[in-house]
């Protein structure tokens, strides 16, 4: 079992580029995120989906986009990088409001120069 | 919105009891969660409370005082490998049952 799935782990990219931070789960899970990590921070949620074809805002989305077209995947967009968005980024997915808890992948690493 | 508060770094000695507290103001309450992280490492789940009172699981506790806006993760006869940051959760009433905001954690170093 597989679980969160992250790819890349590690990322340098110029000022402007694009790119896209790909997340896998196999638990069918209906519920996932997208968390940035930076130092003195926390966690802190870029986009959130409950579920294939519904996406919704977190906390810090400017500069991101996000689509749900399965279950399964949950691409996170980065459409014009900016070194503010240096970061570690993991994507984390859920199922159900009982225990609430979250998956998280191992988590990608981006560089912007 | 949701505000929440933990000291950011703590030390404690092999064998010994730690508490971990964790304040927090929301505009709607729906669980409180604790999780840990090993440095370069992704967070993993240790504790859930949604009611009052303690729960415990093995080496680790967790209290919640949901009148208080309050909680603490303890942990018992501490180990090494428990150095680690403790992020506490908080879980509002939208955004399904899955949706959390992190506190900025705490680093736990565990000494000789």
């Known amino acids: 079992n597989a679980g969160v799935t992250q790819t890349p782990k590690f990322q340098v990219l110029k000022t402007g580029q694009s790119m896209t931070l790909q997340c896998a789960q196999d638990m069918n899970h209906e519920y996932m995120s997208w968390y940035r990590q930076d130092p003195g921070m926390g966690l802190r949620l870029i986009h959130y989906s409950v579920g294939a074809g519904i996406t919704d805002q977190g906390e810090v989305p400017n500069g991101y986009n996000v689509s749900r077209s399965t279950t399964e995947d949950f691409p996170l967009r980065l459409l014009s990088a900016a070194p503010s968005q240096t970061s570690v980024y993991f994507c984390?997915?859920?199922?159900?409001?009982?225990?609430?808890?979250?998956?998280f992948g191992e988590g990608s690493r981006l560089t912007v120069l | 919105g949701q505000n929440i508060d933990q000291p950011t770094e703590m030390t404690a000695t092999e064998g010994a009891i730690v508490q971990i507290n964790c304040t927090y103001q929301?505009?709607?309450?729906?669980?409180l969660f604790w999780y840990q992280q090993h440095a370069g490492e992704a967070p993993t789940f240790l504790s859930y409370n949604v009611l009052d009172g303690l729960e415990e699981k093995g080496r680790f506790s967790s209290f919640l005082s949901r009148s208080k806006g309050y909680s603490y993760l303890l942990l018992k006869e501490l180990q090494m490998k428990d150095s680690a940051s403790y992020l506490c959760?908080?879980?509002?009433?939208?955004?399904?049952?899955?949706?959390?905001?992190f506190g900025t954690g705490t680093q736990l170093k565990v000494e000789l």
């Open positions: 929301t505009s709607g309450f729906n669980g």
């Open positions: 984390a997915s859920g199922q159900g409001a009982i225990t609430g808890e979250l998956f």
């Open positions: 959760a908080v879980r509002g009433l939208t955004g399904g049952g899955n949706k959390l905001t």
